[in-house]
Every structure is written in structure tokens, then in C-alpha cells.
């Protein structure tokens, strides 16, 4: 089988939300996969953790000590999103997703992206339908539709 017969995906975990880590951890999971390029990078989770050095923990989970202190980042989420088009542009992905964005979320990332998500991953299943998601979501679909 082919590379490009395959569409080949990872996220950018929380703790990785600062520039420079989301492309750092990028690329080291392309090292990890032992490829070139990704065709699609997500934004795991839309909340920034204090930055886990891989050689301390790796993967690092969601708390800062692995154990039971959370610290939440100071990365905003414009950052990050900015670090994944920075990756489109280096090739190392060729398209840019989002995962857990709640509507307001969405509008907000689509007021500063140059590099529209190409995908948006949602938890859903009968104990966690989300309502609140589908109509802004519907509207930014329509609204990008029409123009």
C-alpha cells in the first residue's frame, strides 16, 4: 500500500498547547509513525494545560505531577490553532481539525483562521448528545455556504 493511499491522523494533547510544543510534539509523532506528513492534525481538547516535558512523562495525561494536580496552561487557543496552520504551511499536515468545540468555540476560530478546520470531532452517543452544538454549528455551515 501506497503513503498516499492512506489518510493518517493525530491530535496535539493539551499540555502541547504553546507554539512551539505543538509543533514540537508534531513532529515527534511523525518521527513516532515514521513519516512525513499527517493528513490531519487536531486540537485534542480545547483547554491548555501546563506544558509536561516528554522526558518527564510521556504521554502526559491531564495532570501536571501524574498523579493528581491539574494546571491549566496560559497557551490561548488562537495559539495553538496558529501553531497548526504554521504546520500546513511547514507540510508537516495537510489539513487542521478541531475536536470538542463547543458553537462559540467555532465562531471564534473561524474570526482569526487563515486555514479554515477542515473536520470537527465531537463526543456523541445517546448519554452525551450535545444540543447546543447543532444549531450554532448549523448557522456557521449555512453561513459559509452562501458565500
Not at 505543538?22 to 513519516?35: N, Q, T
Request: proline share 5%; glycine share 4%.
Amino acid at each position: 500500500m501506497k503513503r498516499e493511499e492512506l489518510f493518517i491522523v493525530t491530535k496535539v494533547w493539551n499540555t502541547f498547547h504553546a507554539h512551539d510544543h505543538a509543533i514540537a510534539s508534531i513532529k515527534r509523532s511523525l518521527d513516532f509513525w515514521g513519516l512525513n506528513y499527517f493528513d490531519l492534525v487536531y486540537i485534542h481538547f480545547p483547554v491548555a494545560l501546563e506544558y509536561v516535558d516528554p522526558k518527564t512523562r510521556y504521554p502526559p495525561g491531564w495532570t501536571y505531577d501524574g498523579k493528581h494536580e491539574v494546571r491549566f496552561g496560559k497557551s490561548s487557543l488562537q495559539e495553538t490553532y496558529q501553531a497548526l496552520e504554521a504546520a500546513v504551511e511547514q507540510g508537516i499536515t495537510k489539513h487542521i481539525g478541531i475536536s470538542n468545540y463547543t458553537g462559540a468555540l467555532i465562531y471564534d476560530v473561524l474570526s482569526y483562521a487563515k486555514v479554515h478546520p477542515s473536520v470537527l470531532q465531537i463526543e456523541h452517543h445517546p448519554y452525551l448528545v450535545q444540543p447546543n452544538l447543532y444549531y450554532p454549528l448549523e448557522l456557521t455551515l449555512i453561513q459559509s455556504s452562501t458565500c
